[in-house]
């Protein structure tokens, strides 16, 4: 189940549309692959000059032997190519934004990424 907790209005940034997108296609695309039955969340807020925009899922959550290294080219959680995570990375850095990754084993994962509003 996908829930949505948008604001009715945010500010606006700067970037690419479809490589946002694409980062936000690949964030759900992997709740997705890890959460059976479950519950996703795609949440935004805003405040001090930045959008938050977070992804959660009560899913199985990252083994936290290599959660710190998540964002790294290679390193997959379930057989994955490694891929999507360093993407996103790399995405929302050249957007001028920060991601991370908070996870619990059993319980789930939130992936939150803060970007700058356009001044």
Do not use: W
Not at 54 to 79: L, M, Y
Request: net charge neutral.
């Amino acid at each position: 189940m996908l829930s949505l907790e948008l604001r009715d209005s945010l500010p606006h940034i700067t970037g690419s549309a479809d490589l946002c997108t694409q980062l936000f296609m690949n964030l759900l695309s992997n709740a997705n692959a890890h959460t059976r039955n479950g519950k996703i969340v795609l949440a935004t807020e805003s405040s001090d000059g930045v959008i938050r925009i977070t992804v959660s899922d009560n899913g199985e959550g990252v083994n936290p032997s290599i959660a710190h290294r998540i964002f790294e080219r290679g390193i997959s959680g379930r057989g994955g190519t490694g891929i999507g995570l360093p993407l996103c990375r790399t995405i929302t850095e050249a957007h001028g934004g920060t991601i991370k990754l908070d996870s619990t084993p059993g319980q789930g994962t939130t992936v939150t990424i803060i970007l700058p509003v356009l001044i």
